[in-house]
């Protein structure tokens, strides 16, 4: 069994993105060759390969580059969504994963113009607090980091307009499962919005007593 949270290696960090991938593949977060995933591993950065399945993929197609997104090994070209992974690391210094997917529903709510930021969820609230929607920017452009840039330091998700999600973390299986918690949220708010009386919100003192777990957890996972 793979531990996605320690590692020392290099080939450790190239083995938890292809067990990671897999999971995203396997659980219907990407189809065909989407998504993207990368870690930081001291001053380098380890990342999935361009035009490549993450349920097919093995460690030597890893690529790693510096953090200025120069490639410095690996025979596979990054995605040229990297741009979007290295602003996250630019901006909040205590990143140390970062995933991008499509998930289904939280995908359509991020097309709806929606932000998840409804306080009806605990394990989503002590997961990732509220996650608010990026402007649109063409994909592998310099307008994808720029979009996402204000949120990166004061949020642990992003949905991205018409495009997707980008979660991140103090480590990687704290990035994974934050994106498997979103869209779990997103499925949850599309089910309960077509029940009859709607839903019930959480108050603001409940809602606070779920964010100060979240940051005691963030805290005792530095």
Not at 29 to 40: K, P, Y
Not at 112 to 121: C, R, T, V
Not at 131 to 140: D, E, H, I
Request: glycine share 8%.
């Amino acid at each position: 069994m793979i531990n996605l949270v320690k590692y020392s290696s290099e080939a450790e960090v190239k083995a938890i993105i292809c067990e990671i991938g897999t999971r995203m593949y396997e659980g219907g977060l990407v189809v065909a060759n989407d998504g993207n995933i990368s870690i930081r591993h001291g001053d380098f950065i380890w990342a999935t390969p361009t035009g490549v399945s993450k349920g097919y993929m093995t460690p030597e197609m890893m690529v790693k580059l510096d953090l200025e997104g120069n490639v410095l090994e690996g025979g596979l070209k990054p995605s040229s969504e990297i741009k979007m992974h290295l602003r996250v690391y630019r901006e909040n210094p205590l990143v140390r994963a970062v995933m991008h997917a499509h998930p289904p529903v939280a995908t359509a709510f991020s097309i709806a113009g929606i932000p998840l930021d409804k306080p009806i969820l605990a394990e989503a609230i002590i997961s990732f607090g509220i996650v608010p929607l990026a402007p649109y920017a063409t994909p592998g452009t310099q307008e994808v980091p720029e979009a996402i840039a204000p949120y990166c330091s004061d949020y642990n998700a992003v949905l991205l307009a018409n495009h997707g999600a980008l979660t991140w973390g103090s480590n990687p299986q704290e990035a994974y499962f934050r994106m498997e918690s979103l869209e779990q949220y997103a499925k949850i708010l599309m089910y309960t919005g077509h029940l009859k009386g709607g839903v019930n919100e959480l108050g603001t003192a409940e809602v606070e007593a779920l964010n100060a777990i979240r940051r005691t957890l963030a805290e005792n996972n530095k």
